[in-house]
C-alpha cells in the first residue's frame, strides 16, 4: 500500500499548556511546542509510525516555509510542498489543565496564486502515479479552484486508486457524489450538511454526551442516508469524539455504535486524524474492503490509536 495524502491548507500547530487561565492577565505556560499539523499531515505522519509509505502533498511558503519543511523531516514526514506566496499560517492550542479544556486559536491561510495551484496540480500528477491510495483531509487555502479535490478524485478513479476523504460541508456533499471508497467524518458536521433539520437536535445531543443513536428520528435519518451511501460503494465512519462511532452493518441495514477508549485525554487535537490514519491502513489493505465485524475490528483499532493520540501532548501522533 502507497498512500498519498493531500491537504492543502498546511499549517503550525502551537500548543501551549496552562494550569488555568486567567482571563485579562499574565498566564504561564508550563509546557509549550511547535508541530507540524493539519489532517493531511497528521495522517501521513501516523501512517509512517505504523509503517505505511505515505508520502504528503501541500503547498508552504513565506518566511516559516523551511520551519514546516524541518518539521516535516523531523517527524519523517515524506513531504512534496510546491512553494506559495504567503507564510504557512500558525494556529494555538491552550490547554487548561484544571478546567480540562482544550481551546484553539486558527489564522486565516494566506491565498495561493496561479502558479501555485498550477504547480500542485503537476506535483499531484506525479505522486498519483506511484500511489495506490488517495487521501484528502481538511480545507483548502483561498486561491484553489473550488472544485480542485474533486478533479483529484476524479483523476483518482481514472487511474485505478482508491480514495478516502475527511472533509465536510459543501465539499463533502459533492465528494459524495463520487463515491469514495471511505468517509470519515465527525456526525455533527455530516448531520449539519444532509440533515440542517437536525442541527439542534444534533448540538443538544453532543452537548448531553448523548449519541445520534439515542434519537428515533436523528438515527433514522442518518440510517436512510448512510444505506443509501454503502449502495452506491461508499463505507461511511461517524466519529463522534469520545461517544460510541458509528457504521452500518451492511447485511441489516441498520447502524452500529462502536464504542471509544474512555480515558482523561491530555490534548485531543489531531484525534480524529489519526483516527483516519489507522483506518485506512486497515481499510486499504486488502483488495476487498472490511464490512460488518471486520469493519468494526478496523474501527475499534482506529479507536486505539486515537486514545494514543490523545494521552500526548503532541498532535496528530502515536509517538512522541
Not at 498519498?4 to 488555568?20: H, K, S, W
Not at 499560517?89 to 489543565?97: D, H, L, P, Q, S
Not at 490534548?267 to 460488518?292: E, K, V, W, Y
Request: charged share 25%; with cysteine.
Amino acid at each position: 500500500m502507497q498512500v498519498l495524502t493531500v491537504g492543502l491548507n498546511p499549517t503550525l500547530q502551537r500548543t501551549i499548556q496552562v494550569d488555568r487561565t486567567l482571563h485579562n492577565g499574565v498566564n504561564r505556560a508550563v509546557d509549550a511546542r511547535h508541530d507540524v499539523a493539519g489532517k493531511a499531515a497528521n495522517m501521513a505522519r501516523v501512517l509512517g509510525q505504523l509503517g505505511v509509505d505515505a508520502r504528503h502533498l501541500s503547498h508552504a511558503g513565506g518566511a516559516n516555509r523551511e520551519t514546516w519543511l524541518a518539521g516535516c523531516s523531523a517527524d519523517g514526514i515524506d513531504v512534496v510542498a510546491p512553494e506559495a506566496p504567503g507564510d504557512v499560517r500558525t494556529c494555538v492550542t491552550v490547554i487548561e489543565r484544571a478546567a480540562g479544556t482544550t481551546t484553539e486559536f486558527i489564522e486565516p491561510a494566506s491565498e495561493v496564486d496561479d502558479a501555485t495551484v498550477a504547480a500542485v496540480w503537476d506535483a499531484f500528477e506525479t505522486e498519483l502515479a506511484r500511489a495506490s491510495v488517495l487521501l484528502i483531509g481538511g480545507s483548502m487555502t483561498p486561491g484553489y479552484p473550488s472544485d480542485f479535490y474533486l478533479r483529484m478524485i476524479d483523476r483518482a478513479r481514472e487511474r485505478g486508486v482508491r480514495v478516502g476523504v475527511d472533509l465536510s460541508g459543501g465539499l463533502l456533499r459533492d465528494v459524495v457524489r463520487r463515491s469514495p471508497d471511505l468517509i470519515k467524518v465527525n456526525a455533527r458536521e455530516f448531520g449539519t450538511t444532509f440533515t440542517p433539520e437536525l442541527a439542534d437536535d444534533l448540538a443538544r445531543l453532543e452537548s448531553e454526551g448523548l449519541s445520534i443513536l439515542d434519537m428515533d428520528d436523528a438515527r433514522e435519518k442518518f440510517r436512510r442516508i448512510l444505506v443509501r451511501m454503502v449502495g452506491d460503494g461508499t463505507t461511511v465512519v461517524l466519529s463522534q469524539g469520545s461517544r460510541p462511532s458509528v457504521v452500518v452493518d451492511s447485511d441489516r441495514g441498520s447502524l452500529v455504535g462502536v464504542d471509544t477508549i474512555p480515558m482523561q485525554p491530555v490534548n485531543t487535537i489531531g484525534c480524529g486524524d489519526t483516527m483516519m490514519a489507522g483506518l485506512a491502513s486497515r481499510f486499504f489493505a486488502d483488495a476487498t474492503p472490511p464490512a460488518g465485524p471486520e469493519l468494526v475490528e478496523a474501527v475499534e483499532y482506529a479507536h486505539t490509536l486515537a486514545a494514543i493520540n490523545a494521552s500526548l501532548m503532541k498532535p496528530g501522533t502515536i509517538r512522541e
